[in-house]
């Protein structure tokens, strides 16, 4: 794949690690961000990375604040890092539809990284693109805002977090993003593209799993926070919370959406 492009909507905990290695893989990469924030990101960005206590540095990229800047441009693949509740949002809604009509006539594949009952449909209802075009993802590595007040333990250097715009761990095996299939052959095309940073890595599951994972993820995460995001060991000590989590997940599995396999 020779320059391929890719468009990556927000400029935050999400798209800057996931643009971070999409740039190291050599892609042609531009964010689309909200009106005033292109000073705060067309410089160049340093992110801070918990694997090895180092800061990477990401750059020779463009800043757009508008999709009507877009016309005239083609991309190989839009990644839309808006949570659910924001992609449905006034604003949210008036970017999908602008950059609806920046892309609709082409052949990008659009990844959405929104959760949510109905997220996938709204998509697809303001971009007007066909289903096949439409895949969901989501970071497979943990990461943040450097501006987040979290404690730091060693060796992390609170120096160069300061530095930072944001922060990324990655995951076992290097994981770094998850997507899935619904569309095999793009699905592949984008795996192969991040997979050739070298140091990150996409896996693929296919869309009824990834529809399952990312409903009944949830629940744990809202143990996690009743617990005050402690260690993962240390949430599920907690027997009577974590018995609420896993009766949620039992719930969430039962819905008529998820079919017999998952009920």
């Known amino acids: 794949m020779s320059e391929p492009a890719v468009l990556i909507v927000g400029a935050g905990a999400t798209g800057l690690p996931v643009g971070y290695h999409l740039r190291l893989a050599g892609a042609e990469l531009t964010f689309l961000v909200r009106p005033g924030r292109k000073p705060a990101v067309e410089f160049p960005q340093r992110l801070y990375c918990y694997d090895d206590a180092s800061l990477r540095t990401l750059d020779g990229y463009d800043v757009v604040e508008d999709a009507a800047e877009l016309a005239g441009r083609s991309f190989n693949f839009v990644l839309i890092t808006l949570d659910g509740h924001t992609a449905r949002t006034e604003q949210g809604t008036a970017m999908l539809r602008g950059l609806g009509d920046a892309i609709r006539d082409s052949d990008a594949i659009v990844i959405m990284c929104g959760f949510g009952v109905?997220?996938?449909?709204?998509?697809?209802?303001?971009?007007?693109?066909?289903?096949?075009?439409?895949?969901?993802?989501?970071?497979?590595m943990l990461s943040h805002q450097s501006?987040?007040?979290?404690?730091?333990?060693?060796?992390?250097?609170?120096?160069?977090?300061?530095?930072?715009?944001?922060?990324?761990?990655?995951?076992?095996?290097?994981?770094?993003?998850?997507?899935?299939?619904?569309?095999?052959?793009?699905?592949?095309?984008?795996?192969?593209?991040?997979?050739?940073?070298?140091?990150?890595?996409?896996?693929?599951?296919?869309?009824?799993?990834?529809?399952?994972?990312?409903?009944?993820?949830?629940?744990?995460?809202?143990?996690?926070?009743?617990?005050?995001?402690?260690?993962?060991?240390t949430v599920a000590k907690n027997k009577e919370l974590w018995r609420l989590a896993c009766d949620a997940q039992r719930e969430i599995l039962t819905l008529p959406q998820h079919g017999w396999g998952a009920g």
């Not at 997220?119 to 969901?136: C, K, S």
């Not at 593209?193 to 809202?222: H, Q, W």
């Open 118 to 140: 109905g997220v996938r449909e709204h998509h697809l209802r303001e971009l007007g693109i066909a289903d096949d075009r439409l895949l969901h993802g989501f970071l497979g």
């Open 147 to 233: 501006s987040a007040e979290l404690p730091v333990h060693p060796p992390t250097d609170p120096a160069r977090i300061a530095e930072s715009t944001a922060c990324y761990r990655h995951s076992p095996g290097k994981l770094g993003f998850r997507l899935e299939s619904g569309n095999p052959a793009a699905a592949k095309r984008f795996a192969e593209l991040y997979n050739s940073s070298g140091e990150s890595r996409c896996t693929l599951m296919s869309r009824p799993m990834d529809d399952i994972f990312s409903k009944v993820a949830f629940p744990v995460y809202g143990a996690c926070e009743l617990m005050g995001w402690a260690d993962f060991a």
